[in-house]
């Protein structure tokens, strides 16, 4: 892999950690003595970033499949009502013409945020079992 992406992966994964963090210490999760309520705010602190990259990863790798093109086009010729001439001159006269330009450009990747999403996913399920272990009331 290339240097670029290894700096995406460790981005996503701090900004991640520092949610999980913040969660952390709002919650007393360092200073809680209970093994069991510990647990479960560890496992809440690692799901909030789980699921906030997750889901970010999945509506950006959506839009850029092409998903929102047609909404983004419409958007695009109801602002050009406004434009200057000269501006207006620039944008796309079809939808097809926008498509043809939209897949010319180099897309941005997304998956790192995904991954690591599911990655926080995977660690809130462990912890979900830890306190399962102290707490089998969770169960029920």
Do not use: N
């Amino acid at each position: 892999m290339k240097g670029i992406s290894w700096k995406r992966y460790a981005i996503s994964a701090g900004i991640g950690t520092v949610i999980f963090l913040v969660m952390m210490i709002t919650q007393g999760g360092f200073t809680e003595p209970d093994p069991g309520i510990r647990w479960r705010i560890i496992c809440d602190a690692l799901f909030v970033p789980g699921v906030l990259l997750a889901s970010f990863g999945l509506l950006l790798f959506t839009a850029g499949g092409g998903v929102f093109d047609m909404l983004k086009f419409s958007v695009m010729k109801a602002y050009s009502v406004i434009l200057p001439k000269k501006k207006r001159e620039a944008l796309p006269k079809t939808f097809f013409d926008y498509k043809m330009e939209r897949e010319a450009k180099e897309r941005a990747k997304t998956g790192h945020l995904l991954i690591i999403g599911l990655v926080f996913l995977a660690l809130a399920g462990i912890a979900l079992i830890m306190c399962g272990q102290y707490d089998p009331t969770i169960w029920e």
